[in-house]
T-cell receptor, first 114, second 117 residues
Framework: AQSVTQLGSHVSVSEGALVLLRCNYS??????LFWYVQYPNQGLQLLLK??????LVKGINGFEAEFKKSETSFHLTKPSAHMSDAAEYFC????????????FGSGTQLTVLP | GAGVSQSPSNKVTEKGKDVELRCDPI?????LYWYRQSLGQGLEFLIY????????KSGLPSDRFSAERTGGSVSTLTIQRTQQEDSAVYLC???????????????FGEGSRLTVL
């Protein structure tokens, strides 16, 4: 079975500060990993993905994530938070690359303080 | 339209009533998914359509839930005899390919928020 754990349902950072959203996965085989973002009153959109190529993945809006097999982690980071980054972020994992087996985490709500 | 369109955006219904939720995927996308998003929880897979293949219904929580996709395009999710625990946001997504390894992306609609009183 595979699962995703997102530590912290709510994270607050000051504008300009580092953003770190944590995601740990469990999977019996090398996974595919994704981060999606959901802005208020909008659908989810893909932020970035890991599909067994480079372990450091760069996404849109300055976000990046590093796949660490030894730690079974795929944490999302951004060096400097912007007010427009306020949203809910979801980590997701699939073993086979099929969305039928895509498992989402419970989400982390990011608040950016002025 | 340019994106995945869902209707209604909000639906309030009484317990025991039937509801229908509609999804219009991006033109040309062969794969269509329904998810349920409950407060404080992640997305729960419900059903998956791929082209003319039989749908994967493994995520439907009960036989009160059903979905169809007509002509390989528009999909309708039907919930019969709604219960309060059915209250959630129902999200539809489409993809041009059944394999995420290539496309790496599902395109989501804004969702239909269902409230069962």
């Amino acid at each position: 079975a595979q699962s995703v754990t997102q530590l912290g349902s709510h994270v607050s950072v000051s504008e300009g500060a580092l953003v770190l959203l944590r995601c740990n996965y469990s999977s019996s085989v090398p996974p595919y990993l994704f981060w999606y973002v959901q802005y208020p009153n909008q659908g989810l959109q893909l932020l970035l993905k890991y599909t067994s190529a480079a372990t450091l993945v760069k996404g849109i809006n300055g976000f990046e994530a590093e796949f660490k097999k030894s730690e079974t982690s795929f944490h999302l980071t951004k060096p400097s938070a912007h007010m427009s980054d306020a949203a809910e972020y979801f980590c997701a994992v699939t073993r086979s690359g099929s969305a039928r087996q895509l498992t989402f985490g419970s989400g982390t709500q990011l608040t950016v303080l002025p | 339209g340019a994106g995945v369109s869902q209707s209604p955006s909000n639906k309030v219904t009484e317990k025991g009533k039937d509801v229908e939720l509609r999804c219009d995927p991006i033109s040309g996308h062969t794969a269509l998914y329904w998810y349920r998003q409950s407060l404080g929880q992640g997305l729960e897979f419900l059903i998956y359509f791929q082209g003319n293949s039989a749908p994967d219904k493994s995520g439907l929580p009960s036989d009160r839930f059903s979905a169809e996709r007509t002509g390989g395009s528009v999909s309708t999710l039907t919930i019969q005899r709604t219960q309060q625990e059915d209250s959630a946001v129902y999200l539809c997504a489409s993809s041009p390919d059944k394999g995420l390894a290539n496309t790496g992306e599902l395109f989501f609609g804004e969702g239909s928020r269902l409230t069962v009183l």
